[in-house]
C-alpha cells in the first residue's frame, strides 16, 4: 500500500513495547517450559527463538462463547466486549491464519462474535529469516502479506513495514520511536526457506496406501486441530439452568473433526467412524477441500500439528514419499 | 411430575465419589429438590428393600458380601449407575490383579479372612451397568448434568473426547515431549486435564476414550 519503510533500533524496541503497554494489552511471545503469547510484563522476556506453541486464534474465536441467552419467552443478545489488544511478534504462517480466519468469519458469514473481538486487535509480525522448525513448511503454502505492521529482523535494528491504516495510525502515534528509511521491502526480505510439499494435487491419492503409516499411528487425540490456527469447526448447545430448565444459554465451543463425536447424529450414527476417515478429512479439508471452494489454502504451514502430536505423525513427509 | 427415586450406595471404596456430590455445595440443594433420595448409607438410611430408579454405586466388588449387596441393589433397580473410578474400571483396588498375592498378603491381610474369597472386580463383571460417571473422583459438574439430564427424561451423554482436548484448550505444554509417561491421549476427558495441569502425568483414571483404537502389537 505505501511504500515507507521505517526503521525500530532494538534498544528502543524496548521502550515503544513499555510505552504501547499502557494503552493496548500486549501479547508477546514469552518462552518458559514453552513459547506461549502472554501479556507484556517485562520487555527483555521477548524471546524471538521458536514460534508460539499455540497460535492466538482463542482470542477472536473464542474457546467458549455464549451466543444468547433464553429466558423462556425472549432472547437475550450477549453484551459484545472486547478490548484494545496489540499482538506482537506473529509468525507470517500466523499471520495467514488469521487471515484465512477472517475470511471465513467475516466475509463468508458475519459472525458478530469474532468481528467484535478482532477489530480492535492491532497485528504487528515478526518476520522469520529461517525455518523455525523441522517440520514447518509454509513456502509451499503461496502466503501473503497480511498484518498491520511487520517487522524485519535486520540484527541490531528492525525495518518495520506498515501494511493498513491501523499499523500506520499506531507509527503516526508512537512516531518518535521510528525513523523513516528508503529501503523498500523485497523478495528477498519475505522469502523463508523452508521444505515444501512436492504436491499441488493430492485428490488422486486418496486411497494411496501410505496413509496407514500415519492412521496406524493416529490416536485421534485431536491435538493436531486444538492447535492448528485455521481450524474453525465448532459445536453448539444449549445449557439449561438446573431448576429453571426454560433459562438457558446457548453455547459455542471448539470442536474438533478427530473426534467421534463431532459426526455422530440421532440413531448414534456416525459420519465418520473410522480413525482412516478422520485422518484424512483433516489433511484433505486443509490441503484440498478448501482450496477446491475457496481458492485459497487453508492450511499455512507452521506445522503445529506435527509439534503438538502425541506420536509426531509427519503427514508433510507421507504425503510426499508417496509415488 | 413423581420424582425419581434415587439411591447413593458405597460398596469398597474411599467413599470419596459419595463425597463429590456432596461437594456440590452451591446446587446441592436444587438437585435434592428434584429427585427424592431414599438411601444413601453415608447420610441417612440404608433402605436396602425398597425400589429404585436409579442406583448410583460407588465402590467395587472386593468381597462376598459387596456382591451380595450389588446384586440385591440390582434386582431393585430400574437403572444402575458406576459413579466413580472403582466402579467403572476397578482403578487402584484392582491393581491387585497385577500384583503376586505373597508379596503382600502377609504384611496386611494374614488376619482378614474375607479378602481372600473373591479378586477385586469393577461393577460390571457382576451385574449390568446403564451408566457410567467415570473419575477419580467424578467431576461434580458431570454428577449434576447427568442428574438433571435423567430428571428431564433426557439419556445423558457420555463424555469421550480424550483429555488432550481439554489439555491443549489449557494451554499446557505436551508431557509425552518432556518424556514423561501421559495417557492423555487415549483416555477419556472431562476431567477439564486436573493433573496435566499441575504437572502431573494422566494416569488413566476414567478409563479408554471410545474412539476405535486399535492396539498395537
Known amino acids: 500500500m505505501n511504500l515507507v519503510v521505517y526503521i525500530l533500533k532494538k534498544d528502543v524496541m524496548y521502550d515503544f513495547l513499555l510505552d504501547i503497554k499502557n494503552k493496548f494489552e500486549t501479547y508477546v511471545p514469552i518462552k518458559k517450559d514453552i513459547t506461549r503469547f502472554k501479556i507484556l510484563d517485562n520487555p527483555k522476556d521477548i524471546d524471538f527463538s521458536e514460534n508460539s506453541y499455540f497460535p492466538v486464534k482463542e482470542h477472536f474465536f473464542r474457546k467458549k462463547e455464549v451466543i444468547f441467552q433464553f429466558n423462556g419467552s425472549n432472547f437475550l443478545p450477549v453484551e459484545l466486549k472486547s478490548k484494545n489488544k496489540i499482538f506482537f511478534g506473529l509468525r507470517r504462517c500466523d499471520l495467514n491464519a488469521i487471515k484465512n480466519q477472517d475470511f471465513i468469519f467475516m466475509k463468508q458469514h458475519n459472525d458478530p462474535y469474532y468481528t467484535s473481538q478482532r477489530k480492535k486487535a492491532v497485528l504487528i509480525g515478526y518476520h522469520c529469516t529461517k525455518a523455525l522448525n523441522k517440520y514447518c513448511f509454509c513456502e509451499s503454502m503461496n502466503l501473503t502479506d497480511y498484518y498491520d505492521l511487520m517487522l524485519f529482523d535486520k540484527t541490531n535494528y528492525f525495518l518495520v513495514d506498515a501494511k493498513t491504516e491501523k499499523g500506520e495510525n499506531l507509527i503516526r502515534k508512537y512516531k518518535k520511536y521510528f525513523k523513516k528509511s528508503n529501503y523498500k521491502i523485497s523478495d528477498k526480505d519475505t522469502y523463508i526457506k523452508t521444505r515444501k510439499i512436492n504436491k499441488k494435487d493430492i485428490s488422486k491419492f486418496y486411497d494411496h496406501k501410505d496413509w496407514d503409516k500415519g492412521i496406524n499411528l493416529c490416536l485421534s487425540c485431536s491435538a493436531c486441530t486444538e492447535m492448528c490456527p485455521t481450524c474453525y469447526c465448532h459445536e453448539i448447545h444449549d445449557n439449561t439452568e438446573i431448576n429453571n430448565p426454560r433459562n438457558a444459554k446457548r453455547i459455542r465451543s471448539w470442536s474438533s473433526c478427530q473426534l467421534k463425536e463431532f459426526t455422530s447424529v440421532a440413531e448414534n450414527h456416525t459420519f465418520r467412524d473410522t480413525k482412516e476417515a478422520r485422518f484424512k478429512h483433516r489433511i484433505y479439508h486443509q490441503l484440498q477441500y478448501f482450496k477446491e471452494r475457496n481458492k485459497i489454502n487453508l492450511c499455512t504451514g507452521c506445522g503445529r500439528c506435527i509439534t503438538g502430536c502425541p506420536t509426531k505423525i509427519d503427514w508433510v513427509k507421507i504425503i510426499n514419499e508417496m509415488r | ?217
Open chain 2, 1 to 217: 411430575m413423581k420424582k425419581l427415586k434415587i439411591g447413593f450406595y458405597g460398596i469398597t471404596g474411599c467413599a470419596g465419589c459419595q463425597l463429590s456430590v456432596i461437594f456440590e455445595e452451591d446446587e446441592l440443594l436444587d438437585i435434592i429438590n428434584l429427585i427424592e433420595i431414599q438411601a444413601w448409607p453415608f447420610i441417612k438410611e440404608l433402605n436396602y428393600d425398597k425400589k429404585f430408579d436409579y442406583i448410583f454405586m460407588e465402590g467395587l466388588v472386593a468381597d462376598n458380601e459387596d456382591k451380595g449387596i450389588l446384586l440385591k441393589l440390582r434386582a431393585n433397580t430400574r437403572f444402575m449407575v458406576a459413579l466413580g473410578a472403582c466402579a467403572h474400571t476397578g482403578c487402584i483396588p484392582a491393581y491387585r490383579h497385577f500384583t503376586l498375592k505373597e508379596n503382600y498378603a502377609h504384611l496386611l491381610y494374614e488376619k482378614k479372612e474375607n479378602i481372600k474369597d473373591i479378586d477385586p472386580n469393577p461393577i460390571d463383571s457382576f451385574v449390568k451397568v446403564d451408566y457410567i460417571i467415570p473419575g477419580c473422583p467424578p467431576d461434580k459438574n458431570e454428577i449434576r448434568s447427568f442428574i438433571k439430564d435423567i430428571v428431564r427424561d433426557i439419556i445423558p451423554k457420555p463424555y469421550n473426547n480424550p483429555v488432550c482436548v481439554e489439555c491443549k484448550r489449557n494451554n499446557n505444554s505436551c508431557l509425552l515431549d518432556n518424556k514423561k509417561p501421559c495417557l492423555g491421549p487415549i483416555t477419556r476427558g472431562g476431567c477439564n486435564s486436573v493433573c496435566t495441569n499441575n504437572g502431573l502425568e494422566c494416569w488413566g483414571c476414567r478409563g479408554p476414550t471410545q474412539q476405535g483404537h486399535k492396539m498395537q502389537s
